[in-house]
């Protein structure tokens, strides 16, 4: 390079400083290294739960909006709605519910003999599976 005026060898880089285009190389480097790095799975994992959990808050919300618009209309026919004749908390569709007790209770259902399907139609009816049920995930 040559030498300078007090007698010392003349170099790129004098006292450790660099020039402004190498700190920009440097930066850019650093830049491109933070960009190519690799995020870890733990983290990928919260992040996918906490959006799981905040659009199962939000369903929930939802749910809770829906329910008490539901019984704010139930209340408002309720309050519009005339009284029934006879009817109160206790009334049944066939009268009191004295009455409803005093009755016999409904026939049993039918005996399993009388049913027509079979289980070969039922067979018929179900999917046939072939092969394990992980076979189409192997690679």
């Known amino acids: 390079m040559g030498k300078s005026i007090f007698g010392g060898k003349l170099t790129r880089l004098t006292a450790g400083y660099k020039s402004h285009?190498?700190?920009e190389m440097e930066r850019e480097k650093?830049?491109?290294e933070l960009e190519n790095r690799p995020v870890p799975l733990e983290w990928q994992v919260e992040r996918y739960e906490r959006g799981l959990e905040r659009r199962h808050e939000e369903y929930l919300?939802?749910?809770e909006a829906q329910a008490a618009e539901a019984r704010r209309l139930k209340n408002a026919t309720a309050a519009t709605r005339p009284p029934a004749a006879g009817g109160g908390v206790n009334s049944a569709p066939?009268?009191?519910v004295l009455e409803c007790l005093s009755r016999?209770?409904?026939p049993p259902p039918l005996p399993s003999s009388t049913v027509t399907t079979t289980t070969?139609?039922?067979s018929a009816e179900l999917p046939q599976l072939v092969g394990t049920?992980?076979?189409g995930l192997k690679r």
């Open 21 to 23: 285009s190498e700190l």
């Open 30 to 32: 650093k830049r491109q």
């Open 61 to 63: 919300k939802g749910l």
């Open 94 to 96: 066939g009268g009191s």
């Open 104 to 106: 016999p209770p409904p």
């Open 120 to 122: 070969t139609q039922r």
């Open 133 to 135: 049920p992980l076979s």
